[in-house]
C-alpha cells in the first residue's frame, strides 16, 4: 500500500527527517510548496471506532461496574498482619522490579512496595538531585511529574510554556524546563513524540525519545524516566512495539558509555474511559505491559521497572490524569530505587 501511493507520488516520505522512523503525509496541494518544506505536525480530531452490532457489549463494558449482589469477606485474625519488606528499594535488586507479583498493596492510604521499602520523601529529593540532570520523556501524564517537582522543589522556571504546568491542553507539549540553583541540578520534561496528540507542534517536539538518550554524554549519572501508553492506544500496537526496540537499543548504548546512569520505564497506568471513542483505556494496558517486558528481558538488572497497574486498579483511579496525592506516591516509589539515604 505504501509503495503504491508514493509509486503515484500522493504522499511526502519524511522518514529520513524524521530520525529514520517511519513517517508520511499528503504531498502539499500549493504550487511552490514541498515535501521538502516540511515544518510540524498538526493533528486532526480523533476519529471514532466502529461499533458492530456483536461488539457493543464490549464497548459497553468500557466504565466500572456494580457488582450485582454483596460480597462477603472474612478477615481472619493474626498475630503479625505486616508484610514489611526487609530491604530498602535503593539496595533492592533490579531485577525485582520487574518479575515481582503482586506489586504492592495500600495500608493507610501508602503504597507499600512488596520487594522492598521506599525510606525517601519530598526532603530527600534536593540532595539526591544534587549535580545531576532528571530527564523525564513521555506524555501529559509525565509532565504532571514534572509539575509536580516544580511546585514542591520550589524549582526555578527556564524554558517552556510556564501556564501549562497546571493543565494539559493548549501547547503543554513543548519542551520544559526548571532547575535548584542552590542544589545545582535541572529537571526537564520532553514529549515521547510521534505517534502523539499536537496543536500546530514544530519538527523539534517531534524528537523521539532516542534521539535524546543518543545525545547524554559519556560518563552521565543523570536520573532518566521514560514513559509510552497512552497516545499509542490510537494506532497499531505494533507501532509501540518498534518505539520500544528503538529505546532499548539506545539505552543499551547509553549504558556502555555511562555505566552509572539510572535508567527506568514507567509501565501502562489503569485508567477508564465511560465512553468509547478510539481507544479502550484500560482494556489494553496489560498487552503493552507485556512488549515492554519482552523487549527488555535482557536489561532487567540494568533498567528500573515502574509497575504502576495495581496501583491505581487497587483505588480505581479512573482518570488517564492521576491526582496530585498519586503523583506524589509514583515519584517516591521512582526515587525510593534511585537515591540512597
Same mark, same amino acid.
Given at each position: 500500500?505504501?509503495s503504491?501511493?508514493?509509486?503515484?507520488g500522493?504522499?511526502?516520505n519524511l522518514?529520513d527527517?524524521?530520525?529514520?522512523v517511519?513517517l508520511?503525509?499528503?504531498?502539499?496541494?500549493?504550487?511552490?510548496?514541498?515535501?521538502d518544506?516540511?515544518?510540524?505536525?498538526?493533528?486532526?480530531?480523533?476519529v471514532?471506532?466502529?461499533?458492530?452490532?456483536?461488539s457493543?457489549w464490549?464497548?459497553?463494558?468500557?466504565?466500572?461496574q456494580?457488582?450485582?449482589?454483596v460480597?462477603?469477606?472474612?478477615?481472619?485474625?493474626?498475630?503479625?498482619?505486616?508484610?514489611?519488606?526487609?530491604?530498602?528499594?535503593?539496595?533492592?535488586s533490579?531485577?525485582?522490579s520487574w518479575?515481582?507479583?503482586?506489586?504492592?498493596?495500600? *495500608?493507610?492510604s501508602?503504597?507499600?512496595p512488596?520487594?522492598?521499602?521506599?525510606d525517601?520523601?519530598? #526532603?530527600?529529593?534536593?540532595?539526591?538531585?544534587t549535580n545531576?540532570?532528571?530527564?523525564? @520523556?513521555?506524555?501529559?501524564?509525565?509532565r504532571?511529574?514534572?509539575? @509536580?517537582?516544580?511546585?514542591?522543589?520550589?524549582?526555578?522556571?527556564?524554558?517552556?510554556? #510556564?501556564?501549562?504546568i497546571?493543565?494539559?491542553n493548549?501547547?503543554? *507539549?513543548?519542551?520544559?524546563?526548571?532547575?535548584?540553583?542552590?542544589f545545582? *541540578?535541572?529537571?526537564?520534561?520532553?514529549?515521547?513524540?510521534?505517534?502523539?496528540? %499536537?496543536?500546530?507542534a514544530?519538527?523539534?517536539?517531534?524528537?523521539?525519545? %532516542?534521539?535524546?538518550?543518543?545525545?547524554?554524554?559519556?560518563?552521565?549519572?543523570d536520573?532518566?524516566?521514560?514513559?509510552?501508553y497512552?497516545? @499509542?492506544?490510537?494506532?497499531?500496537?505494533?507501532?509501540f512495539?518498534?518505539?520500544i526496540? !528503538?529505546?532499548?537499543?539506545a539505552?543499551? !548504548?547509553?549504558?556502555?558509555?555511562s555505566?552509572?546512569?539510572?535508567?527506568?520505564? #514507567?509501565?501502562?497506568h489503569y485508567?477508564?474511559?465511560?465512553k468509547?471513542v478510539?481507544?479502550?483505556?484500560?482494556?489494553?494496558?496489560p498487552?503493552y505491559?507485556?512488549?515492554?517486558?519482552?523487549?527488555?528481558?535482557?536489561?532487567?538488572? !540494568?533498567v528500573?521497572?515502574?509497575?504502576?497497574?495495581?496501583?491505581?486498579?487497587?483505588?480505581?483511579?479512573?482518570s488517564?490524569?492521576?491526582?496530585e496525592?498519586?503523583?506524589?506516591?509514583?515519584i517516591?516509589?521512582f526515587?525510593?530505587?534511585?537515591?540512597?539515604?
Amino acid at each position: 500500500m505504501e509503495s503504491r501511493l508514493l509509486n503515484k507520488g500522493k504522499v511526502c516520505n519524511l522518514t529520513d527527517k524524521h530520525y529514520g522512523v517511519p513517517l508520511y503525509c499528503d504531498r502539499p496541494k500549493k504550487r511552490g510548496i514541498q515535501c521538502d518544506h516540511w515544518t510540524g505536525v498538526n493533528s486532526l480530531k480523533y476519529v471514532g471506532l466502529n461499533q458492530k452490532n456483536n461488539s457493543k457489549w464490549y464497548f459497553s463494558s468500557a466504565g466500572p461496574q456494580i457488582l450485582p449482589d454483596v460480597v462477603r469477606v472474612n478477615i481472619s485474625t493474626a498475630q503479625d498482619t505486616s508484610l514489611s519488606a526487609k530491604i530498602p528499594c535503593s539496595r533492592a535488586s533490579v531485577r525485582n522490579s520487574w518479575v515481582s507479583k503482586p506489586v504492592g498493596f495500600f *495500608y493507610n492510604s501508602t503504597w507499600h512496595p512488596l520487594e522492598c521499602f521506599i525510606d525517601v520523601s519530598v #526532603k530527600d529529593y534536593n540532595r539526591c538531585l544534587t549535580n545531576r540532570t532528571l530527564r523525564m @520523556f513521555g506524555d501529559s501524564t509525565v509532565r504532571q511529574w514534572f509539575s @509536580f517537582l516544580y511546585k514542591h522543589l520550589n524549582l526555578t522556571w527556564r524554558i517552556g510554556p #510556564k501556564q501549562a504546568i497546571e493543565q494539559t491542553n493548549g501547547k503543554w *507539549y513543548s519542551y520544559s524546563e526548571a532547575y535548584s540553583k542552590r542544589f545545582n *541540578y535541572t529537571a526537564f520534561w520532553s514529549p515521547h513524540g510521534l505517534p502523539m496528540t %499536537f496543536d500546530n507542534a514544530s519538527r523539534t517536539a517531534l524528537r523521539p525519545s %532516542f534521539v535524546h538518550l543518543d545525545e547524554i554524554p559519556s560518563g552521565s549519572r543523570d536520573i532518566v524516566l521514560i514513559h509510552l501508553y497512552a497516545h @499509542f492506544l490510537f494506532y497499531p500496537v505494533h507501532m509501540f512495539r518498534a518505539q520500544i526496540q !528503538r529505546i532499548k537499543q539506545a539505552i543499551q !548504548r547509553l549504558l556502555m558509555r555511562s555505566p552509572d546512569i539510572k535508567i527506568a520505564i #514507567k509501565g501502562p497506568h489503569y485508567f477508564v474511559v465511560t465512553k468509547i471513542v478510539s481507544t479502550f483505556g484500560r482494556m489494553w494496558g496489560p498487552v503493552y505491559d507485556r512488549i515492554i517486558r519482552q523487549e527488555f528481558v535482557n536489561l532487567y538488572d !540494568r533498567v528500573i521497572y515502574l509497575d504502576y497497574w495495581e496501583m491505581l486498579l487497587s483505588i480505581e483511579s479512573a482518570s488517564v490524569h492521576p491526582d496530585e496525592k498519586l503523583i506524589d506516591t509514583m515519584i517516591r516509589n521512582f526515587l525510593g530505587y534511585v537515591c540512597e539515604k
